[in-house]
């Protein structure tokens, strides 16, 4: 079954990332942001060599996101930056495995991604397994 690993951010934990100073988090080196590069490739490279591997993307800073909605019945087009504390989706992975624990071992390796102390203090991650046709929505 496929699964979608949802990792998450916020624009200060992009700021950090990029060696901006952010109130009170910590500030990445470029040797953690390359740290955490590597470690990111070599999950990837060991999923991709099991066939697990179906999917995967880091997203852009939220500033350069856009949200359609509906506000009123009117739909409204805003533009980010989005306040520091919201979390938006950071990067995701589509994983063809055996199962959902499976699937929760691949997100438990994410949590060891590499970084300043207290970088992931509140770092959130989801599985969901996806859907091959309507009938398997559970709704």
């Given at each position: 079954m496929k699964y979608l690993i949802l990792a998450y951010g916020s624009q200060r934990d992009y700021d950090?990332?990029?060696g901006r100073p952010t109130s009170g988090g910590p500030t990445w080196t470029p040797e953690?942001?390359?740290a955490m590069g590597a470690y990111m490739e070599k999950l990837n490279g060991d999923l991709a060599e099991s066939g697990e591997l179906v999917e995967t993307?880091?997203?852009t800073a939220p500033v350069h996101a856009r949200r359609v909605h509906q506000r009123d019945g009117e739909i409204v087009v805003t533009d980010?930056?989005?306040a520091e504390t919201q979390e938006v989706l950071a990067g995701y992975w589509v994983v063809d495995c055996d199962s959902y624990d499976r699937?929760?071992?691949i997100a438990q390796?994410?949590?060891h991604v590499p970084g300043p102390k207290d970088a992931y203090g509140d770092a959130v991650i989801d599985i969901?397994?996806?859907a091959e046709s309507r009938h398997e929505m559970d709704l």
């Open positions: 950090a990332m990029s953690e942001f390359e993307r880091g997203l980010g930056p989005y699937a929760t071992e390796r994410l949590m969901r397994p996806i």
